[in-house]
């Protein structure tokens, strides 16, 4: 969508600026669809005049004296092939940094080691003390083997 700027807001705009001749025609045209052109309204206080009175015959000659004579400028969207066509380049994403991979340790790419099912299955027949020699490293506290023995009463320990 082309726009209207003030000419020492020029710098910050992205556009193609027409030449004055080619906006005075654009904004001859546009004055019948006046909100279809952005900024026309900041035009408009610019010189004077305001949305009831600008078709006057001596508005329209203030409003087309500040596009010819360069005070504004009227600026079309850049059409940049790298964002996809989108108009104005508002957004033109930075391209994502390498990835620090020096930062990230080594480990970190590597699958853990698999845990130990919670199911131990015994492969013969063997007695409950048997058993709890096996599945403890320490011979357990009294608490545990009560605890131990309450989960598995089948085994006939407890």
């Given at each position: 969508?082309t726009?209207?700027?003030?000419?020492?807001q020029?710098?910050?705009q992205?556009g193609?600026?027409?030449?004055?001749?080619?906006?005075?025609?654009?904004?001859?045209?546009?004055?019948?669809?006046?909100?279809?052109?952005?900024?026309?309204?900041d035009?408009?206080?610019?010189v004077?005049?305001n949305?009831?009175?600008?078709?006057?015959?001596?508005?329209?000659?203030?409003?087309i004296?500040?596009?010819?004579n360069?005070?504004?400028?009227?600026?079309?969207?850049?059409?940049?092939?790298d964002n996809g066509g989108a108009?104005?380049n508002?957004?033109k994403p930075?391209p994502?940094p390498?990835?620090?991979?020096?930062?990230?340790?080594e480990?970190?790419?590597?699958?853990p080691n698999p845990?130990?099912?919670?199911?131990?299955?015994i492969q013969?027949?063997?007695t409950?003390e048997?058993?709890e020699?096996?599945l403890?490293?320490?011979?357990?506290s009294?608490?545990?083997?009560?605890e131990f023995?309450s989960?598995?009463?089948?085994?006939g320990?407890?």
């Amino acid at each position: 969508m082309t726009r209207l700027i003030p000419q020492n807001q020029l710098t910050s705009q992205h556009g193609q600026v027409l030449d004055s001749h080619q906006a005075v025609a654009d904004l001859r045209q546009a004055l019948s669809y006046p909100y279809d052109l952005q900024g026309f309204d900041d035009l408009l206080s610019a010189v004077g005049a305001n949305s009831s009175n600008y078709m006057q015959a001596a508005n329209q000659q203030k409003l087309i004296n500040a596009v010819s004579n360069g005070d504004w400028v009227m600026v079309k969207p850049r059409i940049d092939p790298d964002n996809g066509g989108a108009s104005w380049n508002v957004f033109k994403p930075k391209p994502e940094p390498p990835l620090a991979q020096h930062l990230v340790e080594e480990h970190a790419f590597a699958l853990p080691n698999p845990v130990e099912s919670g199911f131990h299955i015994i492969q013969q027949p063997m007695t409950i003390e048997a058993l709890e020699r096996s599945l403890y490293e320490n011979p357990p506290s009294d608490a545990l083997r009560r605890e131990f023995r309450s989960l598995n009463r089948h085994l006939g320990g407890g």
